[in-house]
Every structure is written in structure tokens, then in C-alpha cells.
């Protein structure tokens, strides 16, 4: 009887920790999974969530990364993975949650190889800021809000025009605009960067004021006349983009 009691907690223990395993890593490679996704201190869970949707219909191998474990990344482990994912959300409080080692091995992982994707919040957070521990991807660049912040707006239908593509309606949400650095590969309806991407040393930058990876429920009482099809689509592109280090069409 003892021994049955025995047997029954340990397999419980495997099951326990294989559904655990199941939820927080999804890699389908074998190895480490190709990209990590930021989902600590400060991000966006809706953001988090929408974009693990793109990222699973893309079939894609990422594991997410709160704030503590990835301090606790040497920057040999952060080179075993090929992407760098940061969603939006606080990118003050982001930043802030993590040590100034753990963003100059970010930085250090970039320029050896390591790609990075920052979508709003992330794109901030890849400029340069000692207030809110930037990445520095952009050398001596930090970004400023897109312009319909100055006017009192924090959310709206932005029209995106890339070149020889359609222009698409995307959701934006106190997001920047990324002048000064990097080519530019769609551009606000004023005419200012919305998505550019760059190289840092060996790795490859591509940053991203909308949130194409946005679902349905978020657009909410906003008129599209992109449907929310196209606009993941173009999330799962520029995600392409940025884990293959391959520049997209640009100005």
C-alpha cells in the first residue's frame, strides 16, 4: 500500500511538472527555442497573449521570459536563442525591472547575433535612456510618441503605407514614431516612421509603433477597413523579418 502511495505522488510530480514545462516553453526544435518572448514587469499580458496568438498560428518556437529569470541570463544563453521578442506595455516600468547587466548583455547579445523585436513599449525600449535602463540598439537615438499623443489621443486607427503595398489600418496605442535611425519600412499617415529596422553589430533590429499583432477585441468601437486578418498577417511578416534578419522593403 505504501509503495502504491509512493508511485501514485511521483507520477503526480511528473505530471505536475510536464504541464508546467508545457505552458512556459514551446519550443518545437528539441533545443532552446528560437525566440524569447518578454512577458515580465511592466508588459502588457493583453499584448503578450495577442502576440503568442500570432506567434503559435506561425508555428513559431519561443519560450516566454518574466523579468527575474531574465536577469538571471548569461549572455552566452541569451546567444543560444536567435530572437529577442518585447511586446508593449510600461516601458519604464519594464526597463526598470530589469539590472543594468542584464541590458548591456542584451545589448552585448545583439551586437554578436541576437535579433531584436520591440513592438510600442519594446521599441522604446530599445533607445537609448539611462531613466528607464534602454537597450541602446539605437546608438544615441531615443524615440518620442507619434504625433496624435500631442493632440490628447492614446488610441486610434492609424493608416500604415509601406512601399508597392497596401496601406493597412492599424491599431495604435501611445506608440512612437522612429525617426532618426534605421531605414524606414511603413510610415504614419504623417509621414513619419511607424516601423523601421536597423542592424546592431551582428544582430538585427526591427522596431514597430502599432500593434499589428492586435485581435478583434481590441478594436472595439474603432472603424477598420483592414480587416484584423491582414493586419496579423503583417505582425507574422515583420516577426519573419526580425528572427531571420531579413530587411523587409523599405523608403
Known amino acids: ?19 508546467f514545462t508545457a505552458c512556459s516553453h514551446h519550443s518545437n526544435t528539441g533545443g532552446a ?19 503568442e496568438t500570432i506567434l503559435d498560428k506561425g508555428h513559431f518556437s519561443y519560450t516566454t521570459v518574466n523579468s527575474s ?4 541570463m548569461s549572455l552566452s544563453q541569451l546567444k543560444t536563442h536567435r530572437l529577442l521578442i518585447v511586446p508593449g506595455g510600461d516601458f519604464i516600468a519594464m526597463g526598470n525591472s530589469l539590472t543594468k547587466t542584464t541590458a548591456a548583455n542584451i545589448r552585448l547579445a545583439v551586437q554578436h547575433g541576437l535579433n531584436y523585436f520591440g513592438i510600442c513599449a519594446g521599441a522604446f525600449l ?9 537597450f541602446n540598439l539605437t546608438p544615441g537615438i531615443t524615440f518620442g510618441f507619434y504625433s496624435a499623443e500631442n493632440k490628447g489621443i492614446r488610441k486610434a486607427v492609424v493608416a500604415v503605407t509601406s512601399p508597392g503595398a497596401a496601406t493597412l489600418d492599424q491599431y ?10 534605421g531605414n524606414v519600412v511603413a510610415k504614419y499617415p504623417d509621414g513619419t516612421p511607424a516601423v523601421s529596422e536597423g542592424k546592431y553589430g551582428s544582430g538585427f533590429v526591427v522596431l514597430a509603433g502599432i500593434h499589428a499583432e492586435a485581435p478583434t477585441d481590441w478594436r472595439s468601437k474603432m472603424v477598420f477597413n483592414t480587416p484584423v486578418s491582414a493586419d496579423n498577417a503583417y ?17
Not at 525566440?35 to 502588457?44: A, E, K, R
Not at 505582425?235 to 523608403?251: D, E
Open 1 to 19: 500500500m505504501f509503495a502504491m502511495r509512493r508511485l501514485f505522488r511521483v507520477v503526480r510530480f511528473i505530471l505536475i511538472v510536464a504541464a
Open 33 to 51: 527555442a528560437s525566440i524569447l518572448l518578454f512577458n515580465g514587469t511592466g508588459v502588457s499580458a493583453n499584448d503578450v497573449e495577442a502576440t
Open 69 to 72: 529569470e531574465l536577469d538571471a
Open 126 to 134: 530599445a533607445g537609448n535612456s539611462a531613466y528607464y535602463n534602454g
Open 172 to 181: 495604435w496605442e501611445d506608440g512612437p514614431q522612429l525617426s532618426n535611425w
Open 235 to 251: 505582425a507574422a511578416t515583420l516577426i519573419s523579418a526580425a528572427l531571420n534578419g531579413a530587411p523587409l522593403p523599405h523608403y
